[in-house]
């Protein structure tokens, strides 16, 4: 009988690991929080834990967002033996991780493959493997590695040879991966390098081994920084997919001078772009309109759609956008984005073309953001606040053909 027994046990665990290593991680784009957006260098524990507590608070964990991210400005210094210790302001980052995990969430943070990060605190260069072990030690679940000062000591190195500068890069991303894996704890790993030397097309390789990369600079909480980095996606929609994705940064919904209709506008271009969901706001104070966008299930739905396509760009026309996605079961999601001076009043009128979206007749639809039934058709007009948009998810879609 204990033979038997300890067989079976076996067989089970060989099923549970085939299992969890036929999921990859980040299956979907990653949700969650970061700190960065509104605390920037200057986040504490209290303030990642209040994180914590409102994401819970709110609806948002039930809602999928899941990872707590400490960004640039936990760092401490490294000890004799060189191993890496937080600071002042945070004074146990295994509690810290032990809190959030606590409360169904995970922990994410931050470093840099240079010597510095970019607000000047201790990078993992020449320490990959400590930073690796200490992370998972600590129970931390992401790691989003930042360029930084790393670009400086590319071109110091080779000033004048752009392309070993881009090997040196590459190799400093595969050398946290490898440090990561032999670290023995499943940790998303985040590539920000600001979408240099087309990271798309080598940050999924299994050497870097990438779960999502930036494509583009920073954003900011204005329209025109939303728009401007959105279109920038358009081309990139064949890089995406389970376990890898384009990361046009994090969201900045509730910041800055975004109305909102920028703030749905901006929440919607990411879910239909399959981008990762991490919000950049203060949590534990923001405005119930706020949390009524972050926590729109239909919307967050496209974006966590299992197909795991990022939507592309179908045709623009004048000041209007419009995006498609296609969805699991056969569903599309349509966008149309008015992306219009806001200093002209009034809205703008737009006729959508079914047959420029592979469509033909009629189609049955749910506005996303209302949550009413609507008909798609070639007669109708629709009038489209700027800097608004309107999403509608159709799930039988009638083809062109």
């Not at 420029?356 to 209302?370: E, V």
Request: charged share 20%; with cysteine; net charge negative.
């Amino acid at each position: 009988m204990r033979r038997s027994c300890t067989a079976w046990l076996a067989a089970v665990l060989c099923l549970a690991q085939g299992i969890a290593q036929a999921t990859p991680v980040a299956a979907t784009p990653p949700m969650g929080w970061n700190s960065w957006n509104y605390f920037a260098e200057k986040v504490t524990d209290a303030d990642v834990r209040a994180a914590a507590d409102a994401m819970v608070a709110s609806g948002m964990r039930d809602a999928g967002y899941v990872y707590v991210n400490i960004d640039d400005g936990w760092q401490g210094q490294r000890d004799a033996n060189g191993v890496i210790h937080s600071n002042a302001r945070f004074p146990d980052m295994k509690a810290l991780a032990d809190y959030v995990h606590a409360r169904g969430l995970k922990l994410g943070i931050y470093s840099s493959p240079g010597p510095k990060t970019c607000a000047g605190y201790a990078g993992s260069l020449g320490h990959e493997k400590q930073d690796a072990k200490t992370y998972a030690e600590w129970g931390v679940d992401y790691l989003k590695y930042d360029l930084c000062s790393f670009g400086e000591l590319m071109k110091s190195t080779a000033p004048s040879n752009p392309e070993q500068q881009m090997r040196m890069m590459h190799e400093a991303y595969a050398t946290m991966r490898t440090a990561l894996n032999e670290a023995g704890r499943p940790i998303v790993y985040s590539l920000c390098q600001y979408g240099v030397d087309a990271v798309w097309e080598w940050a999924a390789d299994p050497k870097v081994g990438a779960n999502l990369w930036r494509t583009t600079g920073d954003i900011a909480p204005h329209g025109e920084f939303v728009y401007a980095i959105a279109t920038m996606q358009a081309g990139l929609a064949n890089y995406a997919g389970p376990g890898h994705w384009n990361d046009p940064d994090m969201l900045e919904v509730g910041n800055g001078d975004l109305t909102e209709a920028e703030n749905r506008t901006h929440f919607s271009w990411w879910a239909m772009l399959a981008a990762p969901l991490l919000a950049g706001n203060d949590l534990a104070h923001m405005k119930p309109e706020v949390k009524a966008v972050l926590t729109r299930r239909e919307v967050i739905a496209i974006d966590q759609d299992p197909l795991g396509k990022q939507g592309t760009r179908a045709y623009t026309d004048g000041e209007v956008e419009v995006w498609t996605k296609p969805l699991s079961h056969g569903g599309l999601a349509v966008a149309v984005f008015n992306v219009g001076d806001t200093r002209y009043a009034g809205t703008h009128p737009f006729r959508l073309d079914l047959k420029r979206l592979g469509l033909h007749g009629k189609q049955q639809g749910t506005d996303l953001w209302t949550g009413n039934a609507v008909t798609l058709d070639d007669h109708q007009v629709v009038g489209l606040a700027s800097h608004d948009v309107w999403l509608v998810r159709i799930d039988a879609p009638h083809t062109a053909g």
